[in-house]
Each structure stands twice: as C-alpha cells, then as structure tokens.
C-alpha cells in the first residue's frame, strides 16, 4: 500500500525514524519520503545515510501548523513520532512538553485534514495509560485528540489511530544504550531505581513493522498495543554486565514501578486479537461501522473479560536472563 505513495514522519530523524525510512526503502517505492524535524544537523547526518531520489528533508517543528500544512501537502500518510518523551526532563519542564507533545498532535490532525491526507497514525507509550507523570499525560491527551480526530473528519477522507508500545531496546536515551556507556566508563556498579521494577520490551523493527500492518488494519479511532514480553530490570542487568553489582539509587521523578498498556478501566473496550490488543474508541463515531472486532485485514478478536489489565508486572510472557541476552542480540545492541 505504500507503493508510489507520499510519507511523512514527524520526528524522523530518531530511531524510530531511521528504522522506518529503512524498513520503507527496502520493501516499497515510496513516491516521496518526507522527514519533518526540527534538528538540521540530526538531517544533515541523516542524508549522509539516506539520500534516495525519494527522500525529502523539512525543517520544521509540531508547534508549528503553518509549517506542517506546507509540509503535508500532497502526502498519502502521515506517521507522528515527533515528542518530548524523557520523563525527568518533561517533569522539569512541563509547558515545553504540553506544547510539542499536545498542541503539536492538534497541528498534525488540522494540517492532515487541511490536505486531506489518507491515514494518520500516531505513536503512543505505555506511559499514556493511567499516567503518573507529565509525559504519559501528554501522550494520553495526545491519544485522545487522535482518537476524537475521526469525528472531525467529516467530509474529509483523512482517519485516524494510534499504536501504543513498550520500551524500544536500545532507542535513544533508553536504559540499554545508558547501561552500555557505564560499562565503557569503566563504573563499578549498574544503578537500579528498583529491585521489582519492569518493563513491556520491544525491537525498534518489531515496532516499525507493528506500525506498517496496522496501516493496514485500521478503521479510525484504534489504540493497537501488541503482544510483546516483559522484562526485570535486575534481569537486563545481569544479562548486558553479569560480573557488575547493582545499586538500588531510588525510583526518578514521574517513573512506574511497572508500565501498563491496557488499563483494567478500559477492559469494556479491550479486544483481544491473535497478536495484539485493540482499545476501541470510548465515544461513537458519526458513521455506520462502529464495529472494532473486525480489521480491514479482516482479522477477527473477541472481548477481553471484565477487569482484564495488561501489566508489565503481570504479564504472562518474561523474558529470563538467556532470552534477553538473544532478544538485545537480534536487536543490535
């Protein structure tokens, strides 16, 4: 479906954004690939990288609709992964988060109808799901503007959804990448916030590919949130430096003892499919097909039960010390 098609990603030049335009390039013959960020040397190092007939460059920030219409005109489909999202930093500097995080998720909905794009899918965090700390707030609101988005549409053609996911391994900023540059140091100790601490964990190309099929599955207004391990963090410790001790230094400013993707709140909306769930809207759309337990892949799921909460802590599927050692390996970090 992206075949001869125009594409825009919002904060392109991450990691996420990197793992895409590869995953793009290899697969399909995108007409145009747009990235839209803010950091010209980010895009200078990335054009040394990707510098395809097709690829597209914009300086640009999410604050700024002006810029994002001019930026979207004549573009099929639009993935938003331009955020704030370090949770300490957005605790810190909470306005600055609220004006990319949410304001910057209206500007991408107006421009995208503005230029009656196709389909718009917004990434999310498990963060959003019953938030603690500034960050998940945000990205909640930003979810919901999303999800509201398909209301807003009418008239236009534009739908859109949201996939939610858990830790990228070894993403930028994350504890992988964090724990490796320790080692390199030389430190002694590996600092753990908390002895039970855990998280949901996911490959950046798991998650791109995550991305791309629900492109294809998506009616308008979904949460999809894939099936994917948890790990221990003393766990992921043990597996990147077996031979170092760990430091129990305290839970940081905003940060969950264990991430949630499916909220026991919403179990009246969850639906669980082969290998994800779907949180299906918790306002009707002004159209005939209200009907999520049916994909345009035509994948069937059925109602999670009554109190059904997707944890990290609870999760059904750990990864042992072994199995994160392979996990990080296919990863590449």
Request: with cysteine; aromatic share 10%; charged share 20%.
């Amino acid at each position: 479906m992206f075949n001869n098609k125009s594409i825009l990603i919002t904060g392109g030049t991450g990691s996420f954004g990197k793992k895409y335009v590869r995953t793009i390039l290899d697969r399909y013959q995108p007409k145009r690939l747009i990235i839209f960020s803010r950091d010209e040397l980010k895009q200078f190092e990335m054009q040394q990288e990707f510098n395809q007939p097709c690829m597209r460059y914009f300086i640009g920030d999410v604050r700024d609709g002006e810029r994002l219409i001019q930026a979207t005109r004549g573009v099929d489909f639009i993935i938003h992964a331009a955020a704030l999202k370090q949770v300490p930093a957005a605790e810190y500097n909470p306005m600055e988060c609220i004006k990319t995080n949410i304001h910057g998720a209206e500007n991408v909905i107006l421009a995208a109808l503005t230029n009656e794009v196709d389909k718009v899918v917004a990434l999310s965090t498990d963060k959003a799901a019953n938030p603690i700390n500034l960050y998940g707030a945000t990205k909640l609101a930003s979810d919901k503007l999303f999800v509201a988005a398909n209301n807003m549409s009418g008239g236009h053609r534009t739908t859109f959804s949201v996939t939610r996911y858990g830790n990228v391994v070894g993403s930028r900023g994350s504890v992988v990448p964090f724990f490796k540059k320790l080692i390199v140091d030389g430190a002694d100790h590996l600092p753990i916030t908390h002895a039970e601490m855990t998280r949901f964990w996911i490959t950046l190309q798991q998650g791109v590919d995550f991305v791309l099929k629900n492109f294809q599955r998506m009616k308008g207004g979904e949460i999809f949130v894939p099936k994917i391990p948890s790990i221990r963090i003393v766990d992921l410790a043990e597996a990147i430096a077996p031979a170092l001790p760990h430091k129990i230094v305290g839970i940081r400013p905003g940060e969950k003892l264990h991430e949630i993707m499916c909220p026991a709140d919403d179990s009246h909306l969850t639906i669980e499919f082969n290998d994800h769930y779907v949180l299906s809207p918790t306002i009707t759309f002004n159209r005939s097909d209200n009907d999520f337990t049916t994909n345009l892949l035509n994948e069937s799921g059925r109602p999670v039960s009554r109190g059904f909460e997707y944890n990290s802590g609870t999760n059904k599927h750990f990864l042992n010390i072994d199995e994160i050692v392979a996990f990080n390996r296919i990863a590449g970090v």
